[in-house]
Nanobody, 123 residues
Framework: DVQFVESGGGLVQAGGSMRLSCAAS????????IGWFTQAPGKAPEGVAC????????DYKDSVKGRFTISRDNAKNTVYLQMNSLKPEDTAVYYC????????????????WGQGTQVTVSP
């Protein structure tokens, strides 16, 4: 079974930084895409950042470009999301999820996802 252990959420002031971690298991970590999404109540999931586990290519939603960085450590089967210059509008539950490809991820065609970690940015 695919499993995720997410960590790193919490409360931070606007302008601060936070790093999320997602330790994944149960699938070949040198394949697939993995990333983070948020989902507001009653709305569709929204991708935040995604990394291809095969070639390391990355992509981000426009509002976080230049502030967030997604990276992977294949030896630890872990993906990180470094979030800098945080804004109150970044407040959300962040979920780690896999997609068969980056394109599938951005279409919210997730294979599996974790329990989420809360990120709260105060003004």
């Amino acid at each position: 079974d695919v499993q995720f252990v997410e960590s790193g959420g919490g409360l931070v002031q606007a302008g601060g930084s936070m790093r999320l971690s997602c330790a994944a298991s149960g699938f070949p970590f040198d394949d697939y895409a993995i990333g983070w999404f948020t989902q507001a109540p009653g709305k569709a999931p929204e991708g935040v950042a995604c990394i291809s586990l095969s070639d390391g290519s990355t992509d981000y939603k426009d509002s976080v470009k230049g502030r967030f960085t997604i990276s992977r450590d294949n030896a630890k089967n872990t993906v990180y999301l470094q979030m800098n210059s945080l804004k109150p509008e970044d407040t959300a539950v962040y979920y780690c999820a896999t997609g068969r490809t980056p394109e599938a991820f951005w279409l919210a065609d997730f294979g599996s996802w974790g329990q989420g970690t809360q990120v709260t940015v105060s003004p």
